[in-house]
Nanobody, 126 residues
Framework: QVQVVESGGGLVQAGGSLRLSCTAS????????MGWFRQAPGKEREGVSC????????AYADSVKGRFTISRDSAKNTLYLQMNNLKPEDTAVYYC???????????????????WGQGTQVTVSS
């Protein structure tokens, strides 16, 4: 049984930082591309960042480039998202997901990810 669990969300002031973590069990973590997605109230879920199984490819949404950094530790079956210089528009539920393919054209597509966590809330106050 695959389980994906996010942690590290919370309330932070604009300009602050948070580090999200995601652990995955029940799968061979090193065989999966991993991604972070977010969904704000009334909006569709969108891709934030993703990283392939070998850590040779990453992708970021334009809105977070230069502020967020994705990384993974296969020895710990853990994915991270370091979020710096947070803005109120970053407020959302953040989801971690695992996928077996890397979509070169649309690497942040939600449709390519199979296993999802329950999400962790990130709230950025102005």
């Amino acid at each position: 049984q695959v389980q994906v669990v996010e942690s590290g969300g919370g309330l932070v002031q604009a300009g602050g930082s948070l580090r999200l973590s995601c652990t995955a069990s029940g799968l061979t973590f090193a065989d999966y591309a991993m991604g972070w997605f977010r969904q704000a109230p009334g909006k569709e879920r969108e891709g934030v960042s993703c990283i392939d199984w070998s850590q040779s490819r990453t992708a970021y949404a334009d809105s977070v480039k230069g502020r967020f950094t994705i990384s993974r530790d296969s020895a710990k079956n853990t994915l991270y998202l370091q979020m710096n210089n947070l803005k109120p528009e970053d407020t959302a539920v953040y989801y971690c997901a695992a996928g077996v393919v890397w979509n070169n054209k649309y690497p942040l597509s939600v449709h390519d990810y199979k296993y999802w966590g329950q999400g962790t809330q990130v709230t950025v106050s102005s």
